[in-house]
């Protein structure tokens, strides 16, 4: 199994760069922006980074992992996942190169969004609404923003250069050796503001031919779904978790007269469908469910293991906790824990459901972060995307999983406490049955009435859906 000691050592070197040039107002935005969405760590990152290059310079000279360390304060494994949140935000890009069993890294920064391009993004400036709230989020739009200069009473009077210029001689422009010497040398570039580039959403994640099966061309000209109409639509499927099929009702929404599709109205569309079927709510990626074209079950199938398979499919994370919880609001913790994994991660929310559900019954029914974030990242590399292959590679990986559990409470688990025998998710147990050759080991955890409880509860969630194939009182998608 690879975690960041097999992708990054300390000792491993690497030099910083800089796609172009970062003033201090992009790093304003990262502050104020991008910070509250990917955690402070990662700005302490970035900025460091951007310090170790000189100034009207494109490199830094090199460094390893051990000086970045000193610097930050913080471990090699809160670096690695701290760029790889950078990495997720479309805020760095990594390049490896490995010779004799050395390594060399570049980390180039890349230029973060302009504050207009920020607020009119249509994904990441709803994250930061509902993660700030309206008072906050409003502070912060006036913050960059400043009323308009009013000059419908002005004319234009500003003088071109032939105004003022006069043309050289036509000795001097048959002189190409200014031309050629104001080339950049072989291997170099010059220093410039580089376009920043919005976060892609892989348009792979929504069937496009699903969509169109249902739309008509009479309904809707095929040329109107240019690039620009794609990528939002497949931005708005991510962010409000709406199918192709519910995404054909949006798109009609937003035809203009001319047979167009206004990316306005697609995203005001968007927004008032989300909000109908979520009581005005905006989104969190805790809301989201598991895309129709990740999931593998519909429900039908005998096992137990095919029944649960469907509940976490059809469930967002937020309605995992409250089921948890017997219908109580999850703490805000445990919320955004949950939130800034799977952004960071970028997990599907079935597999987050999976990862919450195994993390539950292995932590005193707790959701720790560190712990799932360790896992998180494994489940990321290794590109899953389906509650089952979770469950899969959780179940194989077990013994791994469980080491990390038990480091953290070594200590704690030296003093003499009441045993008993720790338990583990119905659909790896399952599994365990099935191969009674393969012996497991048990820990040994502190007694607690109270967690007890809690997972009697869960245990009757996982019996209720095995019973009914995962129906609930409200409708799933």
């Known amino acids: 199994m690879k975690q960041y000691w ?71 494994d809160d670096i690695y996942h701290a760029r790889l949140k950078l990495e997720g935000m479309g805020l760095l890009k990594t390049f490896l190169k490995e010779s004799d069993g050395h390594r060399v890294y570049i980390y180039e920064l890349q230029p973060p969004l302009s504050a207009e391009q920020f607020f009119t993004d249509g994904m990441l400036n709803i994250y930061l609404y509902q993660k700030l709230g309206q008072t906050h989020f409003l502070k912060l739009k006036r913050a960059f923003s400043d009323s308009a200069i009013n000059k419908e009473e002005f ?25 050629e010497h104001s080339s950049p ?33 009479a309904m809707v000209p095929r040329k109107a779904f240019t690039s620009a109409v794609k990528d939002t ?25 001319d047979d167009k599709i206004d990316l306005d109205e697609l995203r005001k569309a968007a927004r008032d469908w989300y909000q109908m079927e979520n009581d005005d709510q905006l989104p969190q990626l805790v809301n989201r469910r ?30 995992l906790l409250i089921d948890l919880s017997e219908g ?86 030296r003093r003499k406490t009441p045993i008993r025998t720790e338990k583990l998710p119905d659909w790896f147990v399952l599994q365990e049955q099935e191969q009674p050759e393969v012996k497991t080991k048990t820990a040994t955890v502190k007694h607690d009435p109270d967690m007890e409880e809690r997972r009697r509860k869960l245990e009757a969630i996982q019996r209720k859906y095995r019973k009914n194939g995962g129906e609930k009182g409200g409708k799933h998608q």
């Not at 389906?386 to 590679?393: C, D, G």
Request: charged share 20%; hydrophobic share 35%.
């Open 328 to 413: 109580a609001q999850p703490a805000m913790s445990d919320l955004t824990a949950v939130e800034e994994i799977m952004l960071g991660q970028q997990l599907e929310p079935g597999v987050m459901n999976v990862l919450i559900h195994y993390v539950m019954l292995k932590t005193d029914m707790k959701l720790s972060k560190n712990y799932m974030e360790k896992i998180a990242s494994h489940w990321a590399r290794k590109k899953i995307k389906t509650v089952k292959a979770a469950m899969e590679l959780a179940k194989n990986e077990h013994r791994q999983y469980q080491t990390w559990a038990n480091e953290k409470n070594e200590r704690s688990q």
């Open 185 to 217: 040398d072989p291997d170099m570039r010059y220093i410039h503001r580089e376009k920043a580039e919005p976060i892609h959403i892989s348009t792979d994640s929504f069937n496009f031919d699903l969509l169109l099966s249902g739309l008509t061309t």
């Open 155 to 179: 004319a234009d009077v500003t003088r071109s250069f032939q105004d003022v210029y006069t043309s050289m001689s036509v000795h001097a422009l048959k002189n190409f050796e200014g031309q």
């Open 6 to 76: 097999n992708e990054v050592q300390p000792i491993d070197s690497f030099y910083a760069a800089m796609n172009g040039h970062i003033c201090d107002h992009d790093k304003k935005v990262i502050s104020f922006l991008y910070q509250p969405l990917m955690g402070v760590n990662c700005t302490n990152l970035y900025t460091t980074l951007a310090y170790m290059v000189e100034e009207n310079r494109l490199w830094s000279e090199e460094w390893n992992h051990y000086h970045l360390m000193g610097l930050l304060g913080l471990n090699m």
């Open 290 to 319: 598991q895309p129709v074209m990740y999931r593998e079950s519909d429900g039908a199938g005998l096992s137990k293991e095919s029944k649960l398979i469907f509940y976490l499919e059809t469930t967002s994370p937020r309605q």
């Open 233 to 257: 639509i497949t931005k708005l499927s991510f962010l409000y978790s709406i199918n192709e099929i519910d995404m054909q009702k949006v798109v009609l929404s937003s035809i203009t007269p």
